[in-house]
């Protein structure tokens, strides 16, 4: 019951829509510290957090990227689609978000589910990028169905299956998941669950 809390539901609508190593230095002046970025502290973790499980996708380019090439970022992980409306109304706000946070460590990643089975080529979604002015992490299938694979992996690991779309979780700088969305949502709902992270 406490991993149900980690997705809000707010309308019927919604449900049904579609380590880079670091040398450690001595510093003999506290002066040196000055001007230097500090890391950032993370919040206090909701009880109810979990270790969001990794895997493995591929970009239109071909770039193959797992969630754990992430860690040190928080991410926000949108399960989307082309086809789907709601998807589509949200995609400014996403790109609102990672123009203006994307240098405080915020990672957009968006996991294409496709309909039906048929994936998007990625000559189409190329385009359809392009046309969005999508400039955050667009993933998608290596060979067939494992965008679904991770969708039920992470429905299991929540304790409930994801089956709509959007569906967006927020996972810390450490790879916990904190928080999650079915439906689609505005920049500023979205900028006000991230800015204790970033």
């Known amino acids: 019951m406490r991993l149900f809390n980690i997705l809000i539901m707010t309308s019927t609508l919604s449900v049904f829509?579609?380590?880079s190593k670091q040398s450690?230095?001595?510093l003999n002046d506290p002066q040196e510290l000055v001007g230097q970025e500090q890391p950032k502290k993370q919040p206090k973790r909701p009880d109810y957090a979990i270790k969001?499980?990794?895997f493995e996708l591929r970009t239109v380019k071909g770039e193959f990227v797992k969630l754990s090439d992430l860690k040190g970022k928080v991410v926000l992980l949108n399960f989307w689609g082309t086809w789907c409306g709601p998807c589509l109304k949200e995609i400014p706000d996403l790109n609102k978000l990672y123009s203006k946070y994307k240098n405080k460590g915020l990672?957009?990643?968006g996991i294409t589910i496709p309909r039906?089975?048929?994936p998007d080529s990625d000559k189409y979604?190329?385009?359809f990028m392009k046309k969005w002015d999508m400039e955050y992490l667009i993933l998608k299938d290596i060979h067939g169905f494992e965008?679904?694979?991770v969708m039920i992996d992470y429905g299991q690991t929540i304790g409930r299956p994801l089956t709509g779309v959007p569906t967006t979780l927020i996972i810390d700088r450490e790879g916990y998941i904190v928080r999650g969305y079915l439906g689609?949502?505005?920049e500023s709902v979205f900028y006000e669950d991230l800015k204790p992270y970033l």
């Open 107 to 109: 990672e957009i990643v």
């Open 116 to 118: 039906s089975g048929t």
């Open 52 to 54: 969001a499980p990794d």
């Open 17 to 19: 829509s579609c380590q």
């Open 147 to 149: 965008t679904q694979m």
């Open 125 to 127: 979604l190329k385009k």
């Open 184 to 186: 689609p949502r505005p």
């Open 24 to 26: 450690i230095q001595e």
